[in-house]
Structures are given as C-alpha cells and as structure tokens.
C-alpha cells in the first residue's frame, strides 16, 4: 500500500509487459479476426463447420489475449489480475448458459423449427414441420416483450 | 456505401443538411436561441472577469479526483435539469391530450407534442436520468470521497480519471446537440429491436443514441477501473479489508459490476451499429436475426446497471445514518456482504424485463425466484439502518431527512419490484405504468441519498455547511411532489394505463393526471428551493464554516483533514486502527493531534491531454451520428495518435517539499482555529500518541 512508487512504469505489473508480447498479441488478434471474417463472409464451410472453427479461433484469440495483452499468469504479484479471471468464469457461465437455455425454451415454444433450419440451409425448406398452431400450449405469438 | 440511406448524403457533410435544423420548431427555436445567448452571455462573463486561464489552469486540465468529482456532479446536476424539464413535459403533454374532445396545437391533433417529438422527449428523459444525471452524480461522489475515505492523494491513474469525466462530458453534450441538430431517438431509452432498424428509423435519433450510450459506457468503466484500482492499492497503512470505510465498499461492489457489465452494453451496441452501418442482421425480424437477443443483451447489462446505481446510494445511506444517530453502523459485516450478494445477484436476473416473452414456465420461475432472492441482501440492509437508529441520538436535520426519504421509497420500490417479479402480475402490469411507479420509487431512493450527500460532504469539500431551512423546505416540497405524482401513477398502473401514451384515450385518468401535474409543479417548487438554497449558502458562506469534522459526530477518515480538502487531501498520511478511525480517535482524545514533521510529497502534473481527448471523442460520435466518414477517421486517427504519445511520455510528477506542505498546513490549521467552534490540536512526535499510531511513519516502520 505504499504510495513511493513514483515511477509508475516500475510496478511489476507494468514490468511484465513487453512491446513484443503487445504486438504478438494483437498480430494474432487480428489475424484470427480476419480468418473468421473471411469464412463467414465467403460462405466456404457448411454452417456447422464454420461455428465450430469460429469458435475455436475466439478461444484462440482469447488465450493469447489473456497471456499477451493481460499478462495473467498465476504468480503472486499478479494475484488481482486472476481475481478478475475468476470472477470472470461464473459470469461468463451465467451469461450464455442462461440465455442459451432462455432461447431454447423459447424456440421450443414459439418458432418452426424447420423455418430455423431453412435460414442456415435452404435444403431443408421443402420439408415441413409441424406448424406452429399444432404445437400443444401454443397460445398468440410472444408479445414484444419489454 | 454498405447500406441504402434514405435521404441524402454528401461526401464532406455525411447526412448533415440544413433542413435538419429544426428552426421551423416552436418549442426548440425559441430555446435554441435563449441558449446561444446564454452561452455568449457566460462566455463573456468568463473573459470579462479574466478567468479563462483560472478555468483551464485550475478545473480544464485539472487531475485533482475532487474537482473531477465536483465536475461530475455539475454536469450529473446540469442533465438532470434536462431530464426534468422533460419530465415536466411529459407530464403536461398527458394531462393535456386526455379524449377525443382534448385540443391540440404546435400541429399536433391532441396535447401540444405530436407523437415522433413525444416519443423522443422521454426516451431522452430516460436516457439522460439513468445515465448522464444518476450515474455522473454518484460516480463524481465515489471520486471525491473514495481516495479520501480510504487515505490516498489521489486515485491510483489521475489521467485515466480525467479522461473518464470528460469521455462522459462529451456524451451529455452529445445529447443536448441532438436537441437542436438532426431528432434524438424516439423508441425509449431501452430502444426495441427490429425498429431501431435503418428501415424503420431511418433518421439519426438511434445513432445518436447508440454513440452517447456508448460514450458514458466507455466513460463509467474508465471510471470503475480507476475506483477498483484504488480501493485495492491505495488503502492508507493499517487500512485492512475490515476497517474499509462502508461507503467504499459499496463504491467498490458497485464498480465491480459496472466493469463487468457495461461490456455487454458495448457490445449490443457495437451490433446494433453493425445492423444500422454495415447492413448486418443480428436483430432483423429475419436474415438468421434475432430481435429478443438484443432485448437479452441489453438487459444482462440493465439490470445490473440498475444496481450499481443504488449500491452508491445504499452506501451514501449508510454512512449519513450512523453520523447522525451518534451510533456506529450496526452490522458492519452484514451490510458488507449483502452489498456483495446483490451485485452477485444482480447478475442472475435480468430477464425479469422480458418475463412476457413467453420463455415458458421453468425459465420465468427460475428468474422469478432469482429476482424475489435480492429482497434478502436489501431486507438486510435496510433492518441494519433501522438498528443504527434504534435507541441512537437522532439528529433530524436535512441530510437525515433525505436518508429517512430514501429508506421509505426504498420500501415502497422494493415491494413493488417483488410484486412485478411474480410472473403473474407482471403479465398484468408489464409496460403499464405501475412499473414506471416502481423504477421511479426507486431511482428516487438515489436521488434522496444524493441530496442528503450534498448536505452531507459539501462541507467537506466546500468549507462551509448549506442553509438547513432552504434544504428542508426543499426536501418538503419535493417529497410532496413525490407523492402527488408517483401514488396516482401507481393507481393508473393497476387500472390498466400503459407506459409512454402521448394520447390518453380513457377519460376517466384525467383527474389523477390532474394531481400528478400538481405534483410536477411542486417538483418545480423544489427545483426553484435547490437555486435559492445554493444562494442563500454562498452568500452566507462566511458565516457557516466548518473546521475538520464538520457535523461534529462524524466517523470516518475524510473527517480527519481540513475542510475544503487540500489538493493532497493528507499532508501525512494518516494510520488507520479502527474501523471507524475518526470515532476512535476521539473516544481515545487523540482526534485533534497533528503531525510534528512533514515529508516531501509526490503529486501528479495536470494535463490537457484528457479534455482534448474528451473533444475528440465527442466529434468522433458526432461524425458516426451523421455519416460523415473523413471526419470519423480523422478524429480517430487523432485520438489514437494522442494516447501513444501521452503513454510515451508518461508523468513524472511534481515534488512539493515538506517545508512547502508545513506552510500550507500551518495556514490552514490557522484557517481553522477561526472558526468558533473549532478546538485547537498540538502536534506529536513521531506520529505516535500513547501506544496508537496516528500517521504513517516514513523513518523507520515501513
Ligand atoms: C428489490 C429489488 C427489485 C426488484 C425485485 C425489481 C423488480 C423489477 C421487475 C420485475 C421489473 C420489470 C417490470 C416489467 O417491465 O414488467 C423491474 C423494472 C425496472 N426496475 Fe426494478 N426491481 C428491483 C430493484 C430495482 C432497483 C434498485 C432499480 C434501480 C435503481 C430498479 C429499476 C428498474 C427499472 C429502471 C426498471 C424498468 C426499466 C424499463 O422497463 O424501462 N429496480 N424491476
Ligand atoms: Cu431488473
């Protein structure tokens, strides 16, 4: 707690952090953020293929993010950079899960599935699922909530 | 261009023309014109006086966290004016356009609004009281009483913290421009998927909105950063977790939620302006969009944000109560942990604001049970002030009225809100105007803790106390205001009255529309109470100063240095050991001893980098707003080009010499025995009195 530290650039937060490590950090960003944008834009990978490498170039990104840009590693002077880690996961859980489970309970209730899938695949429009009105509980469309 | 543009567009001037100055308008020229002559008029006043280099060299480029904070709370004042004056409007426009036979002028068919000008009036309203009145008041107290509660000079990046304000400040005065340049956003201040879409708001209202609410949110977590940062490092010597002041542990829930959600709200927006600019379809109506994703994305912000603007408040609460019940908190820990619960909690419920959109019963059930679990913390809290009264020495002056105000609508909003978290009635009342009753009682319950904390600290930061009758009459007249408004809008609510009507279609509402504009104009009154109190206080000035502890039953550290604070808040950082260090001291008589030496000092440099900083990014909203693109990249290219260079260079800081700081100390303890109230201290020697330490010791025990 002490105030002596002057010198800002001598915490050993500030010490850890390398022009190299910031710049390798956004290269491979940014990189990974054009691969993505060109699979989706060039429509190149079937849809289910492209969420998965999607995704696994967000996880990329996000590790190197957390290592180079953030420097969390689990030493002792870096103690609140993973506080915030930790903290981070049940967050993180909570926002996608939640509504992940919210949508899906939605869909179930509201949405024909078959039109869902046509968007993705327009194969599938031609084979009709049951219509919305035949689904048990169905009352009125959602009202536009909040 | 990526998406079709109604309207025209040029290369140099975007969108921009003209035909958007609404000069024809009868209520926005006449006001456009008084402001421009209120601006020549003050402008002038400034160079009359000379104060053009005060201003820049004292409060423009300043890094002082108090006079950051006071600018805070000015612009937090000046928007919730706005935000009245709106509501005023509202208010008028309802009680006017009630049936069919109700007239109409200015063009409109009923009332004096026509529904597009309506619409915007209280979606600004909304907009503008959450986020640039609420949210810069409590985050400008949460500066200026922070680092002082907890010891510090400063915060812990005074830069970062200058760039906050003014990032906020350029999102108000991108607001108040929509006033007068092109049309705000008129879906509310939540806005609703698919019609914030190009399509179906073709003007600028929605990018006017996307970029002020992008700029607050960049400019709170900035903000929070700075506040986090600073309750974890810079604690004075002996400062544990324990003996944290409860104020800055309600500032510190409440920022660790505002840095952990406000990137939602950046990011629903950042997709929002992809759907508007690039032609995406994240909440079409179709194209694989989803237009309840944006409703889920803005609330898994909102409701937490809701929270970190009451968890403040609750902490401003809880620091006026024990002062004025001459009574230490009662449930310290408690109340600790309650606030942590909440902001845990508030996480856990935010699709209480889409119950009807039909997730079904297991997930509304879930939710529901969520939402009733935060009455728990807060039932906690509110028997813990209740205790602090309990059997205390109660002082009924106007800061205690304003608490004891807030604890009462915190009861009425807090039942009201666990009614609308049963699906059942929330069904029924959903988007009535019972649920505006609800979030009112409750964003009352922060402005009640705001105004008793303007009572409360302006002493400190001020050196002198405000006129008691003023503020008492204002705290009568605004409560009555209070009710006369909000308790016939509850009753609307449950007759079926909907939220945002700018026609009334049932007749039989206009007798309690008639009481609540009674109401607003006693709101009015109150405003009117709040001018002649600041006029009566600074004309008085002299004769209500304060010393140190200015209510003399004060608690905690801020107390312990002179009033107004100088710039290095402690001239010898003080040791902490106890939880309320002040009450302490003077249960132990060691509350008046002074430090017998005084060592150099380190301070930061101000900057002009922060206020620059602060123009660009209004002028980079202000350009994205209109489209106009070499004006975007320019602007961005220079505030990009500005944060390089200030990292290079850095802050060295300035030095002041002990021999400086016992002469400024000396004058101001010489400031103090004036006062007639005041008692005299003696130093010590070597920052020890009996076996307490008083002050941290630089020679030997670091
Ligand atoms: C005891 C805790 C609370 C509960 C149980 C609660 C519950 C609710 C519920 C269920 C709604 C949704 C109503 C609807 O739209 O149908 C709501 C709306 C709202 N609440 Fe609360 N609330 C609580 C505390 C707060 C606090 C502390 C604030 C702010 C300081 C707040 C501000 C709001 C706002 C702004 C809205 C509505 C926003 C809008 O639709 O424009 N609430 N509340
Ligand atoms: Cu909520």
Redesign the pocket.
């Known amino acids: 707690m002490s105030h002596g530290a002057a010198d800002p650039t001598m915490h050993p937060e500030v010490q850890l952090s390398t022009s190299k490590g910031y710049f390798l950090g956004f290269a491979i960003s940014a990189f990974l953020m054009l691969v993505a944008t060109f699979l989706v834009t060039s429509h190149s990978v079937p849809p289910f293929g492209l969420l998965m490498v999607i995704s696994v170039c967000a996880g990329i990104a996000v590790i190197a993010q957390i290592y180079f840009l953030l420097h969390i590693d689990i030493s002792e002077h870096n103690i609140w950079n993973t506080v915030a880690l930790v903290l981070f996961i049940p967050l993180f859980l909570i926002t996608i899960g939640l509504t992940w489970w919210m949508f899906s309970q939605l869909y179930l209730r509201t949405m024909d599935m078959s039109v869902m899938s046509s968007v993705t695949n327009p194969a599938v429009h031609a084979s009709a699922a049951p219509k919305m009105s035949d689904m048990p509980g169905m009352g009125s469309s959602p009202d536009s909530a909040n | 261009m990526l998406v079709d543009l109604p309207g025209g567009w040029s290369p140099l001037l975007g969108r921009l023309a003209w035909s958007q100055i609404p000069y024809a308008n009868p209520i926005l020229a006449p006001l456009f014109v008084a402001v421009v002559i209120g601006a020549i008029i003050l402008l002038g006043l400034i160079t009359y006086y000379g104060k053009w280099t005060y201003l820049w060299k004292e409060w423009l480029t300043t890094v002082d966290h108090k006079k950051l904070g006071v600018m805070y709370i000015i612009i937090g004042l000046v928007m919730l004016f706005r935000g009245f004056i709106d509501g005023l409007m509202i208010r008028t426009q309802q009680v006017w356009a009630v049936g069919p036979h109700s007239t109409g002028v200015f063009g409109s068919l009923h009332g004096y609004l026509t529904p597009f000008h309506f619409g915007q009036v209280y979606s600004a309203h909304g907009l503008i009281m959450i986020l640039l009145a609420a949210t810069p008041l409590l985050v400008g107290f949460m500066n200026i009483i922070v680092p002082i509660q907890v010891g510090a000079r400063d915060m812990a990046y005074p830069y970062l913290n200058a760039l906050g304000l003014w990032i906020t400040a350029a999102a108000a005065a991108l607001i108040m421009i929509s006033l007068f340049v092109g049309d705000f956003a008129h879906n509310g201040w939540f806005e609703y998927a698919p019609i914030f879409e190009l399509q179906y708001s073709p003007g600028v209202g929605v990018d006017y909105w996307i970029w002020t609410l992008q700029l607050v949110a960049l400019g709170t977590t900035l903000g929070g950063i700075n506040i986090l940062a600073t309750v974890i490092k810079m604690r004075a010597p002996g400062m544990t977790w324990g003996k944290l002041p409860i104020f800055v542990w309600a500032s510190l829930s409440a920022n660790v939620i505002a840095l952990t959600s406000f990137p939602a709200l950046q990011v629903a927006l950042a997709l929002v302006a992809a759907d508007r600019y690039l032609g995406a379809h994240f909440f079409t109506a179709g194209m694989g969009g989803n237009l309840m994703l944006y409703t889920n994305l803005f609330w898994i912000w909102g409701?937490p944000e809701?929270y970190f603007v009451i968890l403040p408040a609750f902490g401003m609460m809880s620091e006026i109560f024990p002062t004025f019940s001459e009574k230490p908190l009662f449930g310290y820990i408690t109340m600790v942990l309650a606030s942590m619960a909440i902001a845990g909690v508030s996480w856990l419920?935010?699709l209480?604001?889409f119950f009807t959109m039909g997730a079904g019963p297991y997930v509304n059930t879930a939710f529901s049970v969520a939402t009733m679990l935060v009455g728990i913390p807060t039932g906690v809290k509110v028997f813990n002030w209740a205790f602090t009264m309990y059997r205390g020495r109660l002082t009924f002056n106007a800061a205690m009225l304003w608490a004891i105000g807030a604890l009462f609508l915190l009861l009425i909003g807090g039942m009201t809100g666990m009614m609308l978290a049963i699906p059942a009635i929330n069904y029924m009342v959903h988007n009535s105007v019972f649920v505006v009753a609800h979030f009112h009682s409750m964003l009352l319950v922060i402005v009640y803790a705001i105004f008793g904390s303007v009572l409360y600290w302006f002493p400190k930061v001020f050196g002198f106390k405000l006129d008691e009758f003023w503020a008492k009459t204002m705290f009568w007249l605004f409560s009555a205001g209070t009710a006369l408004v909000f308790v016939p809008m509850y009753m609307l609510g449950f007759m079926g009255m909907t939220r945002r009507l700018e026609y009334v279609f049932n007749t039989s509402w206009q007798s309690y529309l008639d009481v609540m504009e009674l109401g607003i104009v006693v709101y009015t009154l109150s405003v009117l109470a709040f001018f002649i109190l600041l006029y009566v206080s600074i004309r008085d000035h002299a004769k209500n100063r304060v010393g140190a502890d200015a209510w003399g039953t004060s608690r905690s550290l801020e107390w312990m240095t002179h009033s107004p604070v100088p710039f290095y808040n402690f001239a010898v950082l003080p040791h902490v050991n106890e939880r309320d260090e002040l009450a302490w001291r003077r249960q132990h008589g060691i509350d008046q001893v002074r430090p017998a030496h005084y060592d150099d000092i380190h301070m930061p440099n101000n900057t002009g980098v922060a206020i620059i900083m602060g123009g660009l990014t209004f002028v980079l909203g202000f350009a994205l707003t209109w489209r106009i693109w070499w004006l975007c990249i320019v602007s961005l290219l220079a505030i990009i080009l500005l944060m390089i260079i200030r990292s290079f260079k850095g802050d060295p800081g300035y030095i002041i010499t002990g021999a400086e700081l016992q002469r400024m100390e000396e004058e101001a303890y010489r400031r103090e025995a004036q006062i007639a109230d005041s008692h005299h201290s003696h130093p010590v020697s070597g920052g020890v009195v009996g076996n307490a330490m008083a002050y941290q010791r630089n020679d030997s025990s670091k």
């Open positions: 409701h809701v419920v935010w209480h604001h």
